[in-house]
């Protein structure tokens, strides 16, 4: 199974009295995902990582890339209750 592209989409971040920011909303086109919880954050030469769980009970990883300033949508899991998706990319 060949893996696509990341997907480019929109992040509202807070940045926390250390000046870390922390993803909080994801806009992926016309959807906007709130986020409940970051459950891990790492970090790359030239990316920052989030796995974080939206609104929607899907999990995500998302990346900050810290050279071009853009984020992007790296994978996706709806729960099995919901659904049987899961898109790597």
Known sequence: ???????EIQVSCYAGYRGEETP?????G????????????WLAPDHRYFKIRGDDG?????RHDII????ELIF???TPSDSHETMAM
């Open 68 to 71: 071009s300033m853009r984020w």
């Open 58 to 62: 899907a999990d995500y990883i998302i």
């Open 30 to 41: 016309r959807s906007r995902v709130h986020v409940d919880t970051v459950l891990d954050r």
């Open 1 to 7: 199974m060949e893996n696509a592209a990341p997907i």
């Open 76 to 78: 996706y899991h709806r």
């Open 24 to 28: 909080r909303r994801l806009r992926i």
